[in-house]
């Protein structure tokens, strides 16, 4: 497990093998805000301890509060958790969250459910507003709740961070973003052909002056019904020249 400061307010504590993130907002203050824990270990501990003092750690899952419960007592902090998921708290939670809930003056918590499955997701009063959505999926239905909210970056414990265009990110997944226009190129007929493949097909045929005879040469055919005869006379009075003979 490793750490590294993303920005001067948020650490990331980073496990490489699982490919899993947890964060930690700094607030000389009020303690820093601990969204999500790892496992317990010492070298765990070590490391949020080296950010600064804390005061809060949040679970947003039920399997999060239970590693919550492990670091409470050896970081001597408080954990709080949705309602849904305090009983998952070794010893219950201290602070037990409703459905939209302002946790701190720069935290809100908002739960988010899809088919009795529940997951609180984070936001945090910064430049933009910075969504954190821990394990939760954001194509799954359950993140289609979190259009309506207002945020630029995403941070997950399952991806590297979104700084920018967040929402559109999740807009995507969702497939809520519009659609681009449809623009005709070189290789797709345009509209007016398709609409008048019909009425072009009944003129392709030798019985119609338009099209030159099986007989016409590509050059002729290139210079179109007008010159058909006078290229046909041409070549006949070449042909009817004299031509010198070998004594």
Do not use: C
């Not at 948020?10 to 490489?16: D, N």
């Amino acid at each position: 497990m490793d750490i590294q400061q993303l920005r001067s307010w948020i650490f990331e504590l980073y496990e490489p093998l699982e490919n899993d993130r947890q964060y930690i907002v700094f607030d000389v203050d009020r303690g820093n805000l601990i969204i999500d824990v790892p496992g317990y270990s010492d070298r765990a501990v070590r490391l949020i301890r080296g950010t600064g003092p804390a005061a809060l750690i949040l679970a947003t899952n039920a399997a999060r509060a239970r590693e919550a419960g492990k670091m409470r007592d050896a970081l001597g902090v408080q954990v709080a958790a949705h309602a849904d998921d305090a009983a998952a708290v070794e010893g219950g939670a201290d602070i037990v969250l409703g459905d939209d809930q302002l946790v701190r003056p720069d935290a809100r918590a908002v739960r988010v459910r899809h088919d009795g499955q529940g997951a609180t997701v984070v936001i945090l009063r910064k430049a933009g507003g910075v969504l954190v959505v821990g394990d939760l999926d954001l194509a799954s239905p359950a993140g289609k709740a979190l259009i309506p909210l207002e945020f630029s970056a995403v941070l997950s414990s399952r991806t590297p961070p979104t700084w920018n265009a967040g929402k559109d990110g999740l807009l995507a997944l969702q497939q809520e973003l519009p659609r681009p226009r449809k623009r005709f190129s070189v290789l797709l007929d345009p509209p007016w052909d398709r609409n008048y493949r019909g009425r072009l097909e009944d003129k392709m045929t030798h019985h119609d002056p338009v099209v030159p005879r099986e007989v016409t040469v590509g050059r002729e055919a290139g210079m179109g019904p007008e010159t058909l005869v006078v290229s046909d006379t041409t070549r006949e009075k070449i042909e009817r020249a004299k031509r010198p003979v070998r004594g």
